[in-house]
């Protein structure tokens, strides 16, 4: 089989360079299944369809794979553009991993993704584009894992602001084929010792800042309170919901926050989320007593049919 992974180099972001740890932990994972693996960095000429679809698909022929595990989070230096490998990929009719291009599209943009919340009657924080600025959080548009999320002011991005809902944060993962979805145990991101003012997000500098105050005292938590049953159920409802109306298979992660009266918000839907093996995803299996080469193999039937 093939795993294709985001083109990284020594001078990509830390959250591009994930996916190398990613890419180990797949291939170890693979190994023990006794697959045979060959890794590439996915290249794209983002200036000839045509062109990268012949180069790749003879890539593609001189390995003949039976699927693709698809690890490319970014192409030429953007998660804006992640939607091309999928559309290759689908193009040469080749099985691969995670999420459709229908679902993937769906999800790209946080804009379009909140239309479709919205029209699907999905609790999901207010947000405009450019006006009515005064308690909303600037973020980019096409990006993820919260790049553009620090308090900076970044040029020539398309950004919207989005209702701060000042409360708790859930981030919950979730596995399956289409229209079937398992959730995984809940965990909630604690915030401790948190700066007196500061909003309670999951910032860039938390999640890839090794050295940040944030990165430190933004914790992962399994703990479980009796007066949160209720709470868990519908977030576990909900999002069962986004898995089916975003078309969701494989593997994905839907974002929460909850304001002080329970009321529950979904902030994005991560498709294809980080599977390094210090991930909220890969906490969540564990947390559900999966190893991982059982995830292993539930992601590829499920998202291939193998």
Not at 27 to 56: M, V
Not at 295 to 303: A, N, P, Q, T
Request: net charge negative; aromatic share 12%.
């Amino acid at each position: 089989m093939l795993i294709y992974t985001t083109d990284v180099t020594t001078d990509s972001s830390p959250d591009d360079l994930d996916v190398l740890d990613e890419a180990r932990y797949v291939s170890d994972g693979l190994a023990k299944l006794e697959y045979q693996i060959t890794q590439l960095p996915f290249k794209f000429d983002i200036r000839n369809y045509e062109e990268s679809l012949r180069h790749i698909g003879e890539e593609v022929d001189g390995i003949n794979p039976s699927f693709i595990f698809n690890l490319v989070e970014a192409i030429n230096g953007t998660d804006r553009l992640a939607y091309r490998a999928i559309q290759i990929f689908t193009d040469l009719r080749i099985p691969y991993t995670g999420c459709t291009l229908n679902a993937f599209l769906k999800t790209q943009t946080k804009t379009e993704a909140k239309k479709i919340f919205i029209a699907n009657g999905i609790p999901t924080p207010s947000f405009v584009t450019m006006e009515n600025l005064e308690r909303f959080l600037l973020k980019p548009d096409n990006e993820n894992a919260s790049k553009g999320i620090d308090g900076k002011v970044y040029s020539g991005k398309d950004f919207f602001a989005e209702q701060y809902i000042e409360g708790r944060e859930f981030n919950i993962s979730c596995m399956g084929s289409l229209k079937d979805c398992t959730v995984l145990p809940i965990p909630e991101m604690k915030f401790e010792n948190w700066p007196e003012g500061k909003p309670t997000i999951v910032g860039y500098d938390a999640k890839w800042d090794t050295n940040s105050e944030a990165y430190k005292n933004t914790n992962r938590s399994f703990e479980i309170s009796d007066s949160d049953g209720e709470l868990f159920n519908n977030l576990s409802n909900i999002t069962k919901k986004c898995w089916d109306f975003f078309d969701l298979r494989g593997y994905a992660r839907v974002d929460f926050r909850v304001d002080k009266n329970k009321n529950p918000y979904v902030l994005e839907i991560n498709a294809n989320p980080g599977i390094a093996e210090d991930s909220g995803f890969i906490a969540a299996t564990r947390k559900a007593g999966m190893k991982w080469e059982e995830v292993l193999e539930k992601i590829i039937h499920d998202s291939c049919g193998i």
